[in-house]
């Protein structure tokens, strides 16, 4: 499965959009962008998933590149409660394992 | 659905001495993983099951790391003689099959501290 790159930390307020980028410059044809995040003390949520088009759930919104080398998650209307650590993952459609990174720390501020 | 359980949530164990673990995945999810994470990192990998059949055990998983789904449904971590590098938190996960990808949904992890 791809590497993937992501910032260490990033912030924004309350209340508006947090984009987290991420780079997976060496994907491969069959394998899918995946989101997880980890809030404080609990195991990872699933968030969003993607292979070419942009997807969009009730939790958030996945914009990948034309050229599937890199992929922004974005969180709309960012709350206190989305500080998290998120994790992006290239995951090829036979593969079973999660491989982590070690993820952005998003924080929102009041 | 209750999710994914674990227990117990903190063991506090001293070296040398053997520990178990139990996760209870989503009822009708066939599939369950573990996996360990360590202060500040991501989480790693150990063991996948499909039904009762252990399909592959990470490098990670040491000679005294045992893990076992007798029926397909709950699933045990055993490690035995604990030493201070296995303290962490261990996580299960379970998912369903059916077609590829799919998401996997994780317990909330048992702690472990090896003194």
């Known amino acids: 499965d791809a590497k993937t790159t992501q910032p260490t930390s990033m912030d924004c307020a309350e209340g508006r959009a947090a984009n987290l980028p991420c780079n997976h410059s060496?994907?491969?044809?069959?394998?899918?962008v995946y989101w997880y995040r980890q809030i404080h003390s609990q195991g990872p949520q699933y968030i969003i998933h993607g292979l070419k088009n942009n997807e969009t759930n009730e939790m958030a919104s996945l914009i990948i590149t034309e050229d599937r080398k890199s992929s922004t998650l974005i969180l709309p209307h960012a709350t206190l409660r989305d500080t998290a650590v998120y994790y992006c993952i290239a995951l090829r459609d036979s593969s079973y394992k999660l491989i982590f990174g070690s993820g952005t720390r998003l924080l929102v501020r009041p | 659905d209750t999710g994914v359980s674990q227990n117990p949530r903190h063991k506090i164990t001293k070296r040398g001495q053997n520990v178990t673990f139990r996760c209870d995945p989503i009822s009708e999810h066939n599939r369950l993983y573990w996996y360990r994470q360590t202060l500040g990192q991501g989480p790693e990998f150990l063991t996948y099951f499909q039904n009762e059949a252990q399909l592959e055990k990470s490098r990670l998983l040491s000679d005294r790391f045992s893990a076992e789904r007798p029926k397909g449904s709950f699933s045990t971590l055993e490690i035995q003689r604990t030493e201070q590098g296995d303290s962490a938190m261990y996580l299960c996960?379970?998912?369903?099959?059916?077609?590829?990808?799919?998401?996997?949904?994780f317990g909330p992890g048992t702690r472990l501290t090896v003194t």
């Open positions: 060496t994907i491969s044809g069959n394998e899918y």
């Open positions: 996960a379970s998912s369903l099959e059916q077609g590829m990808p799919y998401e996997q949904y």
